[in-house]
Structure formats: C-alpha cells, structure tokens
C-alpha cells in the first residue's frame, strides 16, 4: 500500500510504500476483541475486598433469647440481614491476569495496524521534531497532521528529543507519544490518528514483520 510522507507542516514531501507484512495482514475482529480484553484485564489491581460475617468487629452475643419474644430468632448482630452486618458472595482480593501467546499478540496488532491502514487512518512523516519544547507548537503540529483526530505518536527509541515532545504533549488529551517498542492494542484502537515518522518502520519490522 503506498501512502504520502508529509513534513511537519503537512505537505507531502515523497511516497513509499507501507510493509505488506505489517499493514496487509488479514484482519481478525475477534483476536484484536481477545487482546484489548486480555490487556483491560491485565491492568486490574483486583485488591476490592469486603468484610464477611467472620470479619466484622462485633456480635458474638446472641442479641435476645431463641424463644418467647416473638421476634425472629437471630444468632448475631453481625449476620448479613442487620446493618452492619458481614456481606455474602462479595468481591475478594483476585488476580484478574489473562494469558496470550506472543504471536497471537503480535497478529492483533497487525491486524489492527491494517485496520488503520485501510482507513487511511495513517499518517506517514519524514521526521517529527519541534523548535521549542511548547505545547502551543505541538498543538500546531497536530493541528496541521490530523486536523481534529486525536492521535498517536511513535517514536523509534527514547532520547532528548522524545523526552522534549512528550512533555510538549502532556497537556493534550487528545494526542499521546508512545516508543514503538511499546505499542499495543488499546492505544491503537484508543485514537483516530496513527502518526509515524519513518525511522520507526524499522523497529516495528523486528518485531511485526
């Protein structure tokens, strides 16, 4: 698939071509489903917990005789019908981790990678570097990129220059700067825009390709 390469003020600059291996993979709803849910799972910290019978402070006595008061019969002040009693079939710390093998993992991301593709939901940029560490210049970039999308930014390895545009981006909900090597399925189907400069194809190819 050939798609422009722009420059940071949008205009196109040349073309390439788009790995077939990445960006031309057969395109599986159902495992990019199985990954997204795997990775919400997975960021659970399953520590919600609430107290049973045994654990409320409390109610060893039985508050009033078996028989003769015409009241039910109860055994404790702390049994789950009173307030402030013990709760029953409620959460308990868990661990909510899904397992995946790598490759099914890495073809939800080349499926959804083709999805964008297919959309023309890619942006292809010779290189994205900023004047100044503001975040007035990189809302003007973005603005000349996707217009209005949110977007995501690769970035091939983490230097000064990184560090500089992810602090530009901080203060934008709509955008994110994420390391390739970090990709995953959330973010990608998270945001409209996928922004990738060209020293990042190589990164994704040792992984993707």
């Known amino acids: 698939m050939e798609v422009d390469v722009l420059n940071m003020d949008g205009q196109k600059v040349k073309t390439m071509e788009l790995p077939s291996a990445i960006f031309e993979a ?4 159902d495992l990019m489903h199985q990954a ?13 917990s609430t107290k049973t019978r045994g654990e409320v402070v409390g109610g060893g006595r039985k508050p009033w005789r078996q028989k003769g008061t015409g009241r039910a019969r109860q055994g404790s002040i702390r049994s789950p019908q009173w307030v402030g009693g013990g709760k029953v079939h409620t959460p308990k710390p868990r661990n909510y981790t899904q397992a995946m093998p790598r490759k099914m993992r890495r073809a939800a991301l080349r499926s959804a990678l083709s999805v964008k593709a297919v959309e023309n939901d890619i942006v292809v940029l010779e290189e994205f570097s900023l ?3 503001k975040t007035r210049m990189m809302e003007q970039a973005l603005d000349s990129l996707v217009g209005v999308s949110s977007a995501l930014v690769l970035f091939p390895e983490k230097t000064e220059e990184y560090e500089r545009i992810v602090r530009s981006a901080n203060n934008l909900p ?5 390391l390739a090597n970090y990709l995953n399925i959330r973010d990608l189907l998270g945001y409209e825009k996928l922004v990738i400069p060209m020293s990042v194809f190589d990164v994704l190819a040792t992984y993707l390709g």
């Open 36 to 48: 997204y849910v795997r990775q919400m799972a997975n960021a659970r910290l399953g520590t919600h």
């Open 174 to 178: 709509y955008a994110k700067i994420l």
């Open 26 to 29: 057969p395109i599986n709803i």
């Open 131 to 133: 004047p100044d560490e």
